[in-house]
């Protein structure tokens, strides 16, 4: 499975739009990215998954490049609940956890 | 409320103790993972079964032995565990390994602690 980069922290004030990067150069043609998120002591939530299409749903938008290296997760109005560790994965068949970014969102 | 139910939520055990945690999801799928998460790590995969055959195995030491009786319910056996062990274990449903099909729902754990 390819390997995915993400910023270790980012703040976003209540409100505003949170947009959550992440790159995945190595990635395969037939590889899905996917967002989860982790609300301290939960289980992981998942959020949005896409392959080449940008993709939107009640939680999330997921804003994937032309050349699938690498993909945006924006959350569109940010709340105090929307704190938590977001996890972006690139799987085919296996959902592999790396140590995700976690976002702080501050009224 | 994700549809996968964990019990027990919290356990303490001794080095010496055999006790299990089980897993149970109402969503009619047919895999099952179980991860763990040590404290400030990233999730780790454990075990995978689809359609109750084991289709993976992490490395994952013989005092964790999982049983899966059908595609509902998942055990994992625990005895003569370390301290290092202690940690949260959690439970994953989906509706098959394939792509496509892949989006978990994850229970809320069961936070172990081995003294």
């Known amino acids: 499975d390819a390997k995915t980069t993400q910023p270790p922290s980012m703040d976003c004030a209540e409100g505003r739009a949170a947009n959550l990067p992440c790159n995945h150069s190595t990635i395969s043609g037939n590889e899905y990215v996917y967002w989860y998120r982790q609300i301290h002591s939960q289980g992981p939530q998942y959020i949005i998954h896409?392959?080449?299409n940008n993709e939107t749903n009640e939680m999330a938008s997921l804003i994937i490049t032309e050349d699938r290296k690498s993909s945006t997760l924006i959350l569109p109005h940010a709340t105090l609940r929307d704190t938590a560790v977001y996890y972006c994965i690139v799987s085919y068949d296996k959902v592999i956890f790396g140590p995700g970014t976690s976002l702080s969102v501050i009224p | 409320e994700t549809g996968v139910t964990q019990t027990p939520r919290h356990l303490v055990m001794g080095m010496t103790n055999k006790k299990s945690l089980k897993c149970e999801q109402h969503?009619?799928?047919?895999?099952m993972y179980w991860y763990k998460q040590s404290a400030k790590k990233p999730l780790e995969l454990m075990f995978v079964y689809n359609f109750k055959e084991q289709t993976e195995n992490n490395s994952v030491p013989s005092r964790f032995s999982p049983e899966c009786p059908n595609s509902s319910h998942l055990f994992l056996h625990l005895h003569t565990l370390q301290p290092e062990d202690s940690a949260l274990y959690l439970c994953?449903?989906?509706?098959?390994?394939?792509?496509?099909?892949?989006?978990?729902?994850f229970g809320p754990g069961t936070r172990l602690t081995v003294l």
């Open positions: 994953a449903s989906s509706q098959d390994t394939w792509e496509s099909s892949n989006e978990q729902f």
């Open positions: 969503l009619g799928h047919n895999a």
């Open positions: 896409g392959l080449k």
